[in-house]
């Protein structure tokens, strides 16, 4: 019996984000800090706090996903309809 989710095959999960974006938004941060303290604007911080909201985490999806999905579907990807007598 395993006490992990998934029996050790879930994503790791940091409150509400997955590690891979808990690591993305503290660099962007640090990031964001060090450019705000040499007075190169908000502009990377706003960004960075834009990234933390659109990947929080809620029943296995996240408004990035969406995102990523309606993009693939309405501009990257090639569809393709066939129509046939019935």
């Known amino acids: 019996m395993f006490i992990y ?3 050790l ?3 790791a999960k940091l409150w ?3 590690l891979r974006d808990v690591a993305v938004i503290g660099a962007g941060l640090l990031l ?3 450019a705000l303290s040499h007075g190169a604007g908000l502009l990377l ?6 990234y933390a909201f659109l990947s929080i985490r809620m029943e296995g ?3 990035l996903d969406f995102l990523r999905c309606a993009v693939c579907f309405l ?3 090639q569809q393709y309809y066939e129509w046939k007598e019935p």
């Open 5 to 7: 989710p998934d029996n």
């Open 9 to 11: 095959k879930a994503k």
């Open 16 to 18: 509400l984000w997955e």
């Open 32 to 34: 964001s800090i060090l």
């Open 45 to 50: 911080l706003v960004l960075t706090v834009l």
């Open 61 to 63: 999806a996240s408004i």
């Open 75 to 77: 501009l990257l990807h």
